[in-house]
C-alpha cells in the first residue's frame, strides 16, 4: 500500500527577511502624514516610520515567527519594528525575564497592549498580572490590565474562577487616577463581566460598588462598567455565548 505523503509547508515568502530588509520596507512605506496621525491617538512617534497597522499586520503574516529575529527588531527601538516583533515573537519561548526587560522600554499605550496579548498567549498571567499591577510606573501597571483583558477574552479554556479571582486586584487599583491605568482597568472589568454569565454577577457586583465610591475615579471605571454589563441586550449575548460554563447551566436546565 502506498503511503501518504504530505506536503511540505512553505515558508512565509519574506522569512528570509533580516532586520536591516524589514527596516528598509517599513522606511519604504512609512509617511510623515501617518505619524501626524498617530501622535493625534497618543501614540509616540519620537522613533516612527509612520506605517500603519493596517499595512504591519499583513506585512508580519509574510514574514513568519522568529524568536532571534523579533529580539532583534524590539533591540531597535523603532516602534514599527517593536510592533512587528511582537507580531511575530513565538509566544511559547518569552520568558517572564524576557517579558520584564521589554517592560523597561515601555513608552506607549499602544506597545503595552500589544505585549500584553503576547505575555498572555506565552502563558504567563498568573506570573505577571500581579508583578506588573504592583510596579507603580503607568504602562507597567497598565500592562496588567490589559493582560486580564485578553485572556478574559481569548482564554476560553480556563476556568471562569480564574477571573473572578481577579476582580479584588481591579477593585485595588480602581483608584489609580492616571489615564491608561483607569482604561485599563475598567477595560479589564469589563471584559471578565462579559466572558460568562458565571463571571458577569460578580463583575457587576463591583461596578455597582466601585460605582458609589468617594474616589472620583473608581466612581467613573464603576460607572462606565456598570452601564455595558447591566445592559439587557448585553446580558443576552453574554448568555448566548459557547462557553463552558453556559453549556453547562443550558444542561443543566434542560
Known amino acids: 500500500m502506498a503511503t501518504r505523503q504530505t506536503k511540505a509547508r512553505k515558508p512565509p515568502v519574506n522569512a ?3 532586520v536591516t530588509d524589514i527596516l528598509t520596507w517599513l522606511e519604504e512605506h512609512g509617511s510623515a502624514e501617518n ?7 497618543a ?3 519620537q522613533k516612527a516610520f509612520g506605517v500603519g497597522n493596517t499595512m504591519l499586520r499583513p506585512f508580519a503574516r509574510t514574514l513568519g515567527r522568529n524568536h532571534v529575529r523579533a529580539q532583534e527588531l524590539w533591540q531597535t527601538g523603532w516602534r514599527e519594528a517593536r510592533l512587528l516583533a511582537l507580531f511575530t515573537e513565538e509566544p511559547m519561548r518569552v520568558s517572564p525575564s524576557q517579558a520584564w526587560q521589554m517592560a523597561e522600554e515601555f513608552n506607549s499605550w499602544e506597545i503595552v497592549d500589544h505585549a500584553a496579548d503576547l505575555f498572555v498567549d506565552a502563558g504567563h498571567l498568573e506570573t505577571l498580572v500581579p508583578e506588573f499591577a504592583a510596579d507603580e510606573r503607568e504602562f507597567n501597571r497598565r500592562t496588567a490590565f490589559a493582560m486580564i483583558a485578553w485572556g478574559a477574552v481569548h ?8 477571573f473572578i479571582a481577579l476582580l479584588p486586584l481591579i477593585e485595588a487599583h ?4 492616571r489615564n491608561f491605568v483607569k482604561k485599563a482597568v475598567n477595560w479589564a472589568l469589563r471584559q471578565i463581566g462579559k466572558r460568562s454569565l458565571t463571571c458577569h454577577g460578580p463583575a457587576l457586583a463591583l461596578a455597582e460598588r466601585l460605582a458609589t465610591s468617594d474616589d472620583k475615579t473608581a466612581r467613573w471605571i464603576g460607572k462606565n462598567a456598570f452601564k455595558e454589563l447591566s445592559d439587557p441586550k448585553r446580558i443576552a449575548m453574554i448568555g ?3 462557553t463552558a460554563a453556559n453549556r453547562q447551566r443550558i444542561l443543566g436546565e434542560s
Open 16 to 18: 528570509g527577511f533580516a
Open 35 to 41: 505619524r501626524a496621525g498617530m501622535a493625534r491617538f
Open 43 to 45: 501614540i509616540s512617534t
Open 155 to 162: 482564554l476560553k479554556k480556563r476556568d471562569d474562577a480564574d
Open 174 to 177: 480602581a483608584t489609580d487616577p
Open 240 to 242: 448566548q455565548k459557547k
